[in-house]
């Protein structure tokens, strides 16, 4: 039996529902276990069960992401878990139990990087997918050097494929290959991060392509 001081996102030690807590390095980490019956389960339990599951089960396919693009925000957490915060609390709708994912209010990397000027994505040939945007070089802290952070996503597949280097800011344009998923119609983001992956961009939902 484990106790939360702060809410079922908060550090925690032990098990509490389906949901295992502890501490590593002083980091405070979240793992869920196969539920088991035991005893009365109250319906805002099942309710809260159901919305954990579900972003896990999300964002576990982009886990390496995140855990570089929610660093900011990780204190005393990982970056899978601040993003868990993040997004459970926000990208939630429909009711018990059938929740679903508001594919349009996601982050995958959040922070205070300024994002780029009219990003746009588009399929493009051989299973890629063509970015554009604005060079905002010089507006508060963007910088030429930033790195632009390509993410799609496929619900059908549960995959992400994702690239951390894809281009500079000043490049205005980038490609990511996604040919895992062509024929698939994916949910796509753009984001940014400094050259030295201390400052991140919070990302920009760019809406759905079919992957040629």
Same mark, same amino acid.
């Not at 590593?24 to 954990?52: C, H, N, V």
């Not at 570089?68 to 939630?92: D, E, P, Q, R, W």
């Given at each position: ?110 922070? +205070? *990087?300024?994002? $780029?000027?009219?990003? @746009? =994505?588009? &399929? ?9 945007? %604005? ?27 994702? +690239? *951390?280097?894809? $281009?500079?800011?000043? @490049? =205005?344009? &980038? ?9 698939? %119609? ?27």
């Amino acid at each position: 039996m484990g106790t939360i001081n702060k809410g079922i996102l908060g550090g925690f030690s032990g098990t509490v529902g389906t949901v295992i807590g502890g501490s590593w390095k002083g980091i405070d980490y979240m793992r869920s276990q196969p539920s088991r019956k035991s005893g009365t389960t109250s319906q805002p339990q099942l309710e809260q069960q159901a919305k954990f599951s579900l972003i896990v089960k999300f964002l576990q396919s982009m886990t390496g992401l995140v855990m570089v693009t929610f660093h900011n925000y990780a204190v005393k957490m990982t970056g899978f878990n601040s993003a868990l915060s993040y997004n459970i609390k926000n990208v939630i709708t429909g009711t018990y139990p059938s929740y679903a994912i508001d594919y349009t209010k996601v982050l995958v990397s959040r922070g +205070d *990087l300024p994002n $780029a000027g009219g990003p @746009a =994505a588009v &399929a493009g040939t051989a299973g890629n997918i063509n970015f554009t945007w %604005t060079d905002n070089s010089g507006m508060g802290k963007a910088a030429a050097t930033d790195n632009a952070v390509l993410v799609a996503y496929s619900s059908t597949m549960n995959l992400t494929i994702y +690239d *951390l280097e894809a $281009a500079t800011r000043n @490049a =205005a344009a &980038a490609t990511l290959n996604a040919a895992t998923f062509s024929g698939e %119609t994916v949910e796509v983001y753009i984001g940014f991060m400094s050259e030295d992956g201390r400052e991140v961009a919070s990302s920009i939902y760019l809406g759905q392509v079919t992957v040629a």
